[in-house]
């Protein structure tokens, strides 16, 4: 399961926040649910400690652990998926071959 959530950055405190995707890790455990691959949407790179937090606290591994950038138009997004490896990781958690993807960008 692909769990989407946000990673806030408070831009007076200069810090991205992972209490939100923690919270709601856990409510989906609470009901069962154990997502393989986190995708955090943010406005700034998620750093090493932000994503050994997340992977930490919500039991996925690190490189299951995908950043999502703020992107200008929608258009842009497969192309960021694709730069963060989001395929090659929900192929290697379905253990399916992964084919090079025909994006021209």
Do not use: W
């Amino acid at each position: 399961m692909i769990h989407v959530t946000l990673v806030p950055y408070l831009k007076a405190s200069q810090e991205l926040k992972s209490k939100p995707t923690q919270a709601s890790v856990k409510e989906l455990q609470g009901m069962g649910i154990q997502p393989d691959v986190v995708v955090c949407r943010t406005e700034i790179p998620l750093d090493k400690a932000i994503r050994d937090k997340i992977s930490l606290f919500c039991n996925v591994p690190n490189s299951q652990v995908i950043q999502n950038l703020d992107v200008e138009t929608l258009y842009e997004v497969p192309l960021a998926m694709e730069k963060e490896n989001l395929a090659q990781t929900v192929c290697k958690c379905l253990h399916l071959d992964c084919p090079e993807p025909d994006i021209k960008g």
